[in-house]
């Protein structure tokens, strides 16, 4: 179907006017998405017959929110690589152009730059087509009434991808007559007009999330459009509005945070209790109904789980506080065991560079269908990014006491149940690392991934785990193994945990381990006992100002990493020049708050469409 093509290099502004081939999509259960199931073609003038002409309309508007120019390829690299929480990853030479993202070496001719506007005006033009007809259908009011709400909600989602990235953009809200082709860019502030008045519209017909049967979860809700009105006016720095939308969330009931951190970007997060709206996905066997999302960022080698792009930066590692173990549930490394139960383990690939993933794309090494058919949800609105607005947005109006309560009530769920800190990650030992070393007569099997930088550990000599690789299996270079806590033996991360927890803040305890190293003469185990002070984990912020403000952004980038919120982030913030010149990026103030506009739409539009400042 047309629709579902990859698109050609002709304008969208034309690509919108073409007739319309309907694929039929289906919401089959609550873990189902549309389902990819051609079943005729027709046009836009004889199709909008009946109530499930206009259902199948619908989700083919969400389908969109699938494919490749909408939220993978081109949108990673627009969102994460190219801010200081990734770097392009994957081998040197594997899609070298996405280095220019990452560098800030792009142009108007990128076609990254191209594909992600391309995909947006797809979406939207599919949820016009849906928005004129479905009204004039012989159906349920109530439920006509919905479907045009949910194709508004995903007109305006379109269009702030749009106007976050380009600024001012045509602004088409019914399909095109072939003598409109050509269209003048509206304003930003006309285009965010639009996205308002949509969501508001939306917010006023859609349902609450537990109004909805299991068949129709995904769906978008009432708590969805508050959420992303919410976002909007941060954007607009409407902090009064933003405020009152993210507090109809909170006050709704409908949301609250998934307890355990680790849970939310697996099978079983999937539409959880902070869940406001993901994209829904899912595998099969003939395929068409998951997403390349997970795919383009899954492992890269062995076990062969993706392409390896969008590398978690090391930046991103110094941002997280002491024994922060969202550190953990973000970035997956070589010689960790993969977190589906497999019990396989990431094998190092020596072609790519500081080999690391993230976990939060990660798909189970067993779906159904190729790996391009991927089945994860992709998080757009969470339970706890309301709460960081409502922080910021209480702030904003002079109400530090609110801030620090939502802000705190992030970081406590962030602790995950824990209390002590001595600043490492502990994680238990891969099968294929026990396999490879020589562990007679030791019990634990729970060493340090990571050392954060100035922590207790670090001032007593404990180091982060180091490697290399021989024949397919790791060379420990070192690795520090726990197996007492203040006397308390430990021989797992469950048990180095509690034990941990069961210490005095502000003491300074004994810990054993082993350090593991590889010499010339093979591995040596030595035994070796640190002092070590405890720390209280992830305390809450008691700062007020700008230090406030300051954590609750940092708090905003550690718990939302690698869910390609952040470069938007920096630029409504207005650090995005500071925070990219100290990486070494060339971010140029007055050019690179926004994305050029494509030439080939400049070209095409017989010059009405200006380019934005300095491209």
Request: cysteine-free; overall charge negative.
């Given at each position: 179907m047309d629709y579902l093509k990859k698109p050609h290099s002709n304008s969208v502004l034309r690509l919108v006017g073409v007739s319309f081939l309907l694929a039929v999509f289906a919401i089959a259960s609550c873990s189902d998405v549309v389902n990819k199931t051609p079943l005729v073609e027709q046009t836009s003038e004889n199709f909008f017959q009946n109530e499930q002409h206009a259902i199948q309309a619908t989700n083919a508007s969400y389908q969109k929110m699938r494919d490749w120019n909408v939220h993978v390829f081109s949108f990673i690299g627009l969102t994460d690589m190219i801010s200081d929480d990734a770097t392009k990853g994957s081998t040197p030479t594997d899609a070298a152009q996405l280095l220019e993202l990452e560098n800030l070496t792009f142009d108007a001719g990128s076609g990254d730059v191209s594909a992600w506007w391309e995909g947006n005006y797809q979406g939207i033009y599919r949820t016009n087509i849906a928005i004129k007809n479905i009204p004039g259908i012989d159906m349920n009011t109530v439920l006509r009434d919905r479907l045009v709400a949910e194709n508004r909600f995903l007109r305006a989602y379109y269009y702030f991808n749009l106007v976050r990235g380009y600024g001012g953009v045509p602004l088409i809200t019914e399909p095109l007559s072939p003598d409109e082709y050509e269209q003048d860019r509206a304003s930003a502030e006309e285009i965010y007009s639009q996205i308002i008045s949509d969501l508001e519209a939306a917010a006023d017909d859609l349902p609450v999330k537990s109004d909805y049967p299991a068949s129709d979860l995904g769906r978008a809700t009432k708590g969805a459009a508050?959420?992303?009105?919410?976002?909007?006016?941060?954007?607009?720095?409407?902090?009064?509005?933003?405020?009152?939308?993210?507090?109809?969330?909170?006050?709704?009931?409908?949301?609250?945070?998934?307890?355990?951190?680790?849970?939310?970007?697996?099978?079983?997060?999937?539409?959880?209790?902070?869940?406001?709206?993901?994209?829904?996905?899912?595998?099969?066997e003939e395929g068409g109904t998951g997403s390349q999302y997970a795919e383009v960022q899954g492992v890269r080698g062995q076990?062969?789980?993706?392409?390896?792009?969008?590398?978690?930066?090391?930046?991103?590692?110094?941002?997280?506080?002491n024994g922060d173990l969202r550190q953990q549930a973000t970035i997956l490394s070589p010689w960790e065991e993969l977190p589906d139960g497999s019990g396989l383990t990431v094998v190092e690939n020596t072609t790519m560079v500081d080999e690391r993933y993230n976990k939060k794309a990660f798909a189970p090494s067993d779906h159904a269908g190729a790996r391009g058919n991927s089945p994860v949800n992709i998080r757009r609105i969470r339970?706890?990014?309301?709460?960081?607005?409502?922080?910021?947005?209480?702030?904003?109006?002079?109400?530090?006491?609110?801030?620090?309560?939502?802000?705190?009530m992030v970081r406590d769920r962030a602790r995950v149940g824990n209390t002590n800190t001595m600043g490492v990650i502990p994680e238990n030992m891969a099968p294929l690392v026990i396999n490879s070393l020589d562990l007679e007569g030791i019990n634990s099997r729970v060493f340090a991934r990571f050392v954060n930088s100035g922590s207790p550990a670090d001032v007593a000599g404990a180091e982060p785990f180091a490697y290399s690789f021989s024949r397919g299996r790791p060379v420990v270079e070192v690795m520090d193994l726990f197996t007492s806590i203040n006397g308390t033996e430990v021989t797992n991360r469950t048990e180095f945990l509690d034990a941990l927890n069961a210490q005095t803040s502000g003491s300074t305890i004994p810990v054993e381990i082993i350090r593991i190293q590889h010499t010339d003469n093979g591995q040596v185990n030595e035994e070796i006992t640190l002092n070590v002070a405890v720390e209280e984990l992830l305390p809450d912020v008691t700062a007020s100002g700008q230090s406030l403000l300051d954590a609750i952004w940092h708090e905003r980038r550690v718990e939302l990493a690698m869910e390609q919120k952040r470069w938007f982030d920096l630029i409504r913030q207005g650090r995005a020049a500071d925070v990219m010149q100290a990486l070494g990026k060339n971010f140029e103030t007055g050019k690179h708050e926004l994305f050029p506009i494509p030439t080939n739409e400049i070209d095409l539009s017989n010059g009405r469409l200006q380019q934005n400042p300095n491209w």
């Open positions: 508050d959420a992303l009105l919410s976002r909007v006016y941060l954007f607009r720095e409407n902090y009064e509005l933003a405020l009152q939308y993210a507090e109809d969330v909170i006050t709704s009931n409908e949301y609250q945070l998934l307890p355990d951190y680790f849970q939310i970007f697996t099978n079983e997060g999937e539409n959880s209790s902070e869940s406001i709206f993901e994209v829904q996905a899912t595998d099969s076990p062969n789980l993706g392409w390896g792009f969008n590398r978690p930066s090391r930046d991103l590692d110094a941002a997280y506080e339970y706890a990014d309301v709460l960081l607005i409502a922080a910021e947005a209480s702030y904003r109006t002079g109400n530090e006491g609110d801030a620090r309560t939502y802000l705190n």
